[in-house]
């Protein structure tokens, strides 16, 4: 478990995660969490350390799905419940046919939202593909996105976007999919996620729908689990935020806010009190003009 602060990775004892393997040195590195998420830190830069395939010599920010290669130990990045990752996915839906008004030809269609496929691994990495209503996968030549690797079926799965939701679809595949490192047949999705297929990875991202911290807590609304805020993370519970309120009677500044005021600033004699300051400074300065 990866908890708030530091936990450190090699094999030197006393390491909060002792790994042993070819090219793992002994203060390998270091993952930091706090309220913006998991951070991988390298303690050793010319040790062997890999995020999704990318070399890493200093330091690489962290999501749920991500693989962390160091040396001959390749780890992965998973939720802390595989069942945060919804597998209830409706009926595939119909193409919805044109509807008309009695009497005229106006339609009327749902247009689903916009969603692309993000490259962060193998020969697609860097590369932004739209999905439209639906992508069928597969190494297949007729497939919408072919993904030649053995690990792959001829149709492996289809991602299908409609007004309700982004649902992935499998389509008789052998070895199924991963959704931020939880292996899945079928899964909702939500912009933000990861999905793998064998050494290929892309991030789902479409403009205007919830992500998955905003449909849990969505999901926890309807059980009657009200939460004050949504989760603000998806690789882990949340981290709190620091309940640094303190009482009004301490007189000590709160530690990175802004100083208390000056006692005494906002009284209306201070101005008046610097205004005849100044002016009696220019009586004495003409009196001594005079006397020269």
């Known amino acids: ?16 995660v002792e790994i042993k393997g070819d090219g793992v040195v002994e203060s390998h590195a270091v993952i930091t969490v706090d309220a913006r998420g998991p951070v991988l830190w390298v303690r050793s830069p010319d040790a062997w350390t890999h995020v999704n395939g990318r070399p890493v010599r200093e330091k690489a920010m962290l999501r749920v799905g991500d693989l962390i290669s160091l040396g001959s130990v390749t780890l992965m990045l998973k939720p802390d419940n595989d069942a945060s990752i919804s597998q209830h996915v409706p009926p595939a839906a119909e193409p919805q046919e044109a509807m008309s008004e009695s009497g005229n030809e106006t339609h009327f269609r749902v247009t689903p939202p916009k969603a692309l496929l993000r490259g962060v ?11 439209p209503g639906r992508l069928v996968i597969g190494r297949g030549s007729d497939c919408d996105l072919v993904l030649d690797e053995p690990e792959m079926s001829r149709k492996h799965a289809m ?8 649902y992935l679809r499998d389509m008789g595949s052998a070895n199924g999919t991963y959704v931020n490192g939880v292996q899945v047949r079928d899964a909702v999705l939500y912009s933000g996620d990861q999905i793998a297929f064998d050494r290929n990875r892309f991030l789902i991202e479409a403009p205007g729908m919830p992500t998955r911290a905003d449909g849990q807590y969505q999901a926890e609304q309807l059980m009657g689990q009200k939460s004050a805020t949504p989760q603000s993370t998806q690789a882990m519970p949340a981290v709190p935020v620091q309940q640094s309120h303190r009482q009004s009677t301490s007189s000590e500044p709160l530690t990175g806010g802004a100083p208390a005021p000056i006692k005494g600033s906002n009284s209306p004699w201070l101005p008046l009190l610097i205004g005849i300051a100044i002016a009696a400074a220019l009586v004495l300065l003409l009196l001594g003009f005079r006397q020269s």
């Open 159 to 166: 991602i299908e976007v409609t007004a309700a939701g982004i």
């Open 121 to 131: 691994s193998g020969p697609y990495f860097g590369k932004v593909l739209a999905v």
């Open 1 to 16: 478990m990866l908890n708030e602060g530091e936990t450190s990775i090699g094999f030197a004892p006393g390491s909060d």
